[in-house]
């Protein structure tokens, strides 16, 4: 069982709070998406004969794809792989992009499952992340998107910012609640580098919010989408019962994943592939046939860091007895001594062979994970 991402480094503008690399510059979208297909088809030994379970269009947005563009990528897909009957297929998308015609033919063109950047219900954070929507386009796309036979949805949304209370930002969850929506990213605002908050923060122009609203806003996400019955699977997902991401989970299992497009990470159980994350280099590379990615062959250390880095992340967490079987006793030593410091100060928990993040360790997961990482 395996997986395929697609990657469409393309916005429209760029938002105050992001640092991924993207272009607005629309005029090799075609080229690209020629590129994706001779990449689809030179690398279909990649995963080998495995069923692919989940196809997922991330970026970037890919809703600036047209359905065609869509429908032709997934075409080459189905013919030179072995798609399974019930694939999730999903496409990330901004709401400007929703347009009724242009839903109904992504969902004909075989999207069934629509990932969408709300990030907020409220207006005037909204227009403070950049955003180039309000709340009632969000409502009717969200509304036209189900219509169009796109039932499964999933929103990204952002606790944090300055100037949210937490007032505002319970309207934005009970939002979310009402329209029926199945799957909730949130993550907490993070200042990143290269980013028009990073030039006002640098100037003080911006003061981030303070730790207890974030704590509270935190608390109230998990506590808010549990009493409404959503499953808190990942350490900034949610969903209602049978609404994980299938492909999201999959790259925590460790399964195996082509990844296509410029910057697209490979995983095929022993090796990490990535392509190169200008669009002209991999363009030009793909034409002429020269290598366009990099690939490492993942160390003892290295695997033991992954499986930390992905099965941490997650409610089932990890196995001590998979790293006592699976790694030399220098890394399981070092792991248990961690593990018991860790537990002591009420950050993970231990429930026989099953280790887990606890709320507090939930909250500074990236520094507990890395805390375990062997050097
Ligand atoms: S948040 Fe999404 S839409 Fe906004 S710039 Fe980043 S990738 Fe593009």
């Keep these: 069982m395996a997986g395929i991402y697609l990657h469409i480094p393309y916005c429209r503008s760029k938002c105050h709070y992001c640092d991924f690399y993207a272009t607005s510059n629309m005029a090799s979208i075609e080229e690209l998406v020629s590129a994706e297909r001779s ?43 072995n798609v399974a009957s019930d694939c999730e297929i999903t496409l990330e998308a901004n709401p400007e992009d929703l347009a009724e015609p242009y839903l109904t033919d992504l969902h004909l063109a075989g999207i069934n499952r629509m990932s969408i950047g709300i990030q907020s ?52 969850l009970n939002e979310a609640m009402q ?20 030039k006002l923060y640098k100037t003080n122009r911006l003061v981030e919010a303070k730790d207890d609203d974030v704590v509270a806003q935190f608390n109230a996400t998990i506590d808010t989408l549990s009493n409404n019955g ?15 991401s299938r492909h999201n ?9 082509l990844g296509v497009g410029p910057s697209a990470h ?8 990535w392509n190169v994350s200008s669009i002209k280099t991999y363009m030009l590379n793909m034409k002429s046939d020269k290598d366009y990615f990099e690939v490492e062959i993942l160390s003892e250390v290295d695997r033991y860091n992954e499986y930390l880095l992905v099965g941490l992340r997650t409610a089932k967490g990890i196995s001590k007895k998979y790293i006592s079987e699976q790694f030399n ?20 928990s231990v429930a026989d062979d099953r280790v887990t993040l606890t709320r507090k360790g939930i909250f500074v997961s990236d520094l507990i994970i890395r805390t375990l990482f062997f050097n």
């Design 39 to 81: 990449e689809l088809i030179a690398r279909k030994q990649y995963i080998g004969n495995e069923v692919v379970e989940t196809i997922y269009f991330g970026g970037g947005t890919p809703s600036v794809l047209s359905a065609i563009q869509v429908k032709d990528l997934l075409a080459v897909i189905y013919t030179n792989f």
């Design 121 to 172: 219900f409220n207006n005037d954070m909204l227009s403070y992340l950049g955003r180039g929507h309000d709340n009632s386009k969000l409502v009717n796309k969200i509304k036209a998107a189900k219509k169009a036979g796109i039932e499964n949805i999933s929103i990204d949304l952002i606790y944090g910012i300055p100037g949210l209370s937490l007032d505002k930002y319970l309207e934005s």
């Design 179 to 198: 329209l029926g929506i199945q799957h909730i990213s949130a993550y907490s605002l993070i200042i990143e580098k290269n980013t028009f908050f990073y």
């Design 230 to 244: 959503f499953s808190h699977y990942e350490v900034s997902s949610f969903a209602l019962e049978g609404f994980q």
């Design 249 to 257: 989970s999959s790259y925590w299992e460790g399964k195996k994943y």
């Design 266 to 273: 490979s995983f095929d159980g022993s090796s990490r592939q």
């Design 329 to 348: 006793s220098k890394i399981n030593g070092y792991f248990l001594k961690e593990l018991s410091k860790l537990n002591s100060d009420d950050f993970i």
